[in-house]
C-alpha cells in the first residue's frame, strides 16, 4: 500500500506505508466525525479493507491499520464496503 505526500502534484512523492495491498472496490471517502471516538484531526479519510484489516488513510502518508490485532480477515481479492449506522461494512469474495 502506497501513499502520495506532499502539499501540491509538484511536490508529490511516494511512501510505502503497508506491505499488503487494498482489496480491490472495499475503499470509502469518510468523514473523520464518523470514525473511532472522533479524535482524528478534522477531513476526509479513506478507508478499505486489507487481507490484514481494515485500514484508515489520510493526508501526508498517514496510515492506520484499525483492526489487525483483533479481526481475522477472509481471503479475497475484490469486495464492496458501506457505512451504515457508524459501521464500516464489508464483503470480499
Do not use: Q
Not at 69 to 89: M, N, Q, S
Amino acid at each position: 500500500t502506497y501513499a502520495l505526500v506532499g502539499s501540491s502534484p509538484e511536490d508529490w512523492f511516494v511512501r510505502k506505508v503497508a506491505d499488503y495491498p487494498a482489496v480491490e472496490g472495499t475503499a470509502l471517502h469518510v468523514e473523520s466525525s464518523r470514525i473511532g471516538d472522533g479524535s482524528l484531526p478534522p477531513g476526509m479519510y479513506a478507508m478499505w479493507m486489507s487481507a490484514r484489516g481494515i485500514c484508515l488513510g489520510g493526508l501526508n502518508g498517514y496510515f492506520r491499520n484499525l483492526t489487525e490485532e483483533h479481526v481475522k480477515c477472509p481471503a479475497g481479492t475484490r469486495g464492496t464496503a458501506l457505512i451504515r449506522d457508524g459501521r464500516y461494512i464489508t464483503i470480499v469474495w
